[in-house]
């Protein structure tokens, strides 16, 4: 079965840098595509960034080049990396999956929490300024 473990959340100040990780069990992190989402009160879980079967990377436009997904398939582990972190990057953080192969096409199918089955439990980030 499939699970998802993610870590590496915590608080920092604006203009910090944190890197989370989710590890994988159950399949493969670097034959499906995967993705970073994340929720705060009130609002809907929101795509951060994504990566399909062949490595492609999608990303929120709102993020500006600060954060990078990246897996590693001897660890079976996503990876994101956040850099220049501002309050408004404040949020549980969620990796999911939905166990299919899928590559290209429009960033929006990545980044949208319904194309995923598959969630972890998610890790907390708090920016303060």
């Not at 989370?20 to 499906?32: E, I, P, Q």
């Not at 960034?49 to 999608?58: F, Q």
Request: glycine share 14%; proline share 2%; hydrophobic share 30%.
């Amino acid at each position: 079965q499939v699970q998802l473990v993610e870590s590496g959340g915590g608080s920092v100040q604006a203009g910090g840098s944190l890197r989370l990780s989710c590890a994988a069990s159950g399949y493969d992190v670097s034959a499906y595509f995967m993705g970073w989402f994340r929720q705060v009160p009130g609002k809907e879980r929101e795509g951060v960034a994504a990566i399909d079967s062949v490595g492609g990377t999608y990303y929120a436009d709102s993020l500006e080049g600060r954060f990078t997904i990246s897996r590693d398939k001897a660890r079976n582990t996503l990876y994101l990396q956040m850099n220049s972190l501002k309050p408004e990057d404040t949020g549980i953080y969620y990796c999911a999956t939905d166990r299919r192969k899928l590559y290209g096409g429009m960033s929006s199918t990545y980044l949208r929490a319904g194309t995923y089955n598959y969630w972890g439990q998610g890790t907390q980030v708090t920016v303060s300024s």
